[in-house]
């Protein structure tokens, strides 16, 4: 799959994924897993289909596929986890944003700011949390590009290739609370 036009880009339309796009999502799990999750991760959710099953049955109220351009190609997929609604009934969560191999560079940029748009009008998220494994520089850097705060650093809270690294976390609230809190 590559880029046909960067048109694609600008049409970003995020849905519930059919049986089709659940098993495109698994593809790209298995083929980039290293870059798009944690080892200790990627073996408890993704390493056989069974256990990408059990993954999708648990979160499959929270997972969303990026669909491009006219032709919604397969774009990647973004999850929600450990959501808390508040007590004026809004959505605070964590998002993982999952970019398929084409689309990184721009398209990831282009990809998440839109899917960051989706959860704060249709799905009404009030807070968005980030969580980035290790010293993912590139990841980071996109991160804070998009607009989300550097919250803290646990140090040693996770393993990558069996070896503790730091987990840093990043959030963003959105604007429509904000102002209507002043």
């Known amino acids: 799959m590559k880029i046909d036009k960067l048109s694609d880009l600008f049409e970003i339309n995020f849905k519930k994924p059919s049986v089709n796009e659940l098993l495109e999502l698994f593809k790209l799990c298995l083929k980039y897993h290293s870059?798009?999750?944690?080892?200790?991760?990627y073996h408890a959710n993704f390493s056989t289909p069974e256990r990408f099953l059990k993954f999708v049955r648990f979160f499959?109220?929270?997972?969303?596929?990026?669909k491009l351009g006219r032709c919604?190609?397969?774009?990647?997929?973004?999850?929600?986890?450990?959501?808390?609604?508040?007590?004026?009934?809004?959505?605070?969560?964590?998002?993982t944003f999952c970019i398929s191999r084409?689309?990184?560079g721009f398209g990831s940029y282009m990809i998440a700011k839109?899917?960051?748009?989706?959860?704060?009008?249709?799905?009404?998220?009030?807070?968005?949390?980030v969580e980035i494994v290790g010293e993912n520089t590139l990841a980071r850097s996109l991160?804070?590009?998009?607009?989300?705060k550097?919250?803290?650093?646990?140090?040693?809270?996770?393993?990558?290739?069996s070896k503790p690294c730091n987990l840093y976390i990043f959030s963003m609230f959105n604007p429509a609370f904000c102002e209507a809190g002043r």
């Open 72 to 95: 919604a190609k397969f774009g990647g997929f973004f999850y929600l986890y450990d959501g808390k609604i508040t007590p004026r009934g809004a959505l605070d969560t964590k998002v």
């Open 60 to 66: 499959k109220n929270g997972i969303y596929c990026a």
């Open 35 to 41: 870059r798009l999750f944690d080892d200790d991760f």
């Open 150 to 161: 550097y919250e803290a650093k646990l140090k040693d809270e996770c393993f990558r290739l």
């Open 114 to 129: 839109k899917g960051i748009r989706f959860l704060f009008e249709k799905l009404k998220v009030r807070k968005l949390t």
């Open 102 to 104: 084409p689309y990184w």
């Open 143 to 148: 991160i804070e590009k998009l607009g989300f």
